[in-house]
């Protein structure tokens, strides 16, 4: 057996090449953006990337990559379909709604003339998005009809940047508030406004689709459920100051009496259902107290969960203390299909 991985320094590679080290599996790194990266996966039963949703080329060419890889016989993380709706809210809606899941209605529109229509029926306020966008970038709340109108005729317009600079500047600037980064930093960041990062000015703009959300209201906090296997974790995430949303706001609660079992048995439901290799679900809950799923993800930042989280529960909703490494869980359950 010999596994392939492609490192990207700070994401789940770290763990894979440190297990295969500690384990004396054979592996080899390989570079993913080269154009024999088929050549060099050769000898190689397993191929491992954690693909980034902020580098325009994973989003380019990741998915299709891993794809043709599975099809050569070499196991694959994260396979088709771990990973075909990721950073792509809309498949994500369309997925959950498919299977069952109870999810956050969601209104997604191809021509502005239907756009137009659905929102002079609707209340408000509700919540826009673009496709991708992770850390709660490219989602705000609207109001008012008069502000879906003017947001749908951007988008069958001249569209959206994948880059709020004005919201980043807000996040920030909130950072500096926690005391999570300095001065220096702040003003550094300053200079987005003027600069996109490298995604937005390759992506290209967001257009040609609306997408809203129903507004769930009086949501203090949302549950984070990561799935791996047959193992599952969750942390609480609170809402950002003077802001509806949760994630990337940076307070996290970890102890499990914190945690919504609730959401933890839907969570291993969704994925019986999905088959996904790794799936972190997001929940919000409705005005009756019931979690609803915003959207998932088959990544997550590690500095929120490595060595914070107190234990994790198995299928049957049994508890299980102490600490762990999830990314040593997604290796091993590779290895043992192949063996």
Request: glycine share 8%.
């Amino acid at each position: 057996m010999k596994i392939g991985i492609h490192h990207r320094p700070g994401s789940f590679s770290d763990t894979w090449i440190k297990y295969c080290q500690e384990h004396g599996i054979p592996y080899q790194l390989v570079d993913a953006y080269r154009y024999d990266i088929i050549d060099q996966l050769k000898g190689c039963n397993v191929f491992m990337w954690h693909f980034a949703h902020h580098d325009y080329r994973d989003m380019l060419m990741a998915r299709p990559l891993l794809n043709a890889v599975e099809k050569r016989g070499i196991r694959v993380f994260p396979d088709y379909e771990t990973s075909w709706h990721f950073d792509d809210k809309i498949g994500e809606q369309y997925l959950l709604e498919a299977i069952g899941a109870p999810v956050v209605p969601g209104y997604v529109f191809y021509t502005l003339r239907e756009a137009l229509e659905w929102i002079d029926k609707s209340s408000f306020p509700k919540v826009f998005k673009l496709r991708g966008g992770a850390g709660a970038a490219n989602v705000r709340l609207v109001k008012s009809r008069s502000e879906a109108r003017r947001l749908a005729r951007v988008a069958f317009g001249r569209g959206f940047s994948q880059f709020d600079r004005w919201g980043y500047l807000k996040d920030r600037y909130q950072k500096w508030k926690d005391g999570k980064i300095d001065w220096f930093h702040l003003l550094k960041s300053c200079g987005r406004l003027a600069v996109p990062t490298e995604y937005a000015r390759m992506h290209g703009r967001e257009k040609g689709y609306v997408y809203f959300q129903e507004f769930i209201p009086d949501n203090a906090f949302d549950i984070r459920i990561i799935v791996c296997g047959k193992r599952a974790f969750g942390i609480k995430r609170l809402v950002r100051e003077n802001d509806f949303r949760a994630s990337g706001s940076g307070h996290i609660l970890y102890a499990r009496e914190e945690i919504d079992e609730r959401c933890v048995r839907i969570a291993f439901d969704v994925n019986r259902k999905v088959r996904a290799q790794s799936l972190a679900l997001d929940f919000v809950f409705d005005t009756g107290n019931h979690p609803l799923v915003v959207e998932l993800s088959y990544g997550y930042a590690l500095a929120g969960y490595k060595d914070k989280c107190p234990g994790f529960w198995d299928e049957n909703l049994e508890w299980h203390d102490g600490f762990f490494d999830p990314q040593k869980w997604q290796i091993e359950d590779l290895i043992k299909i192949l063996e």
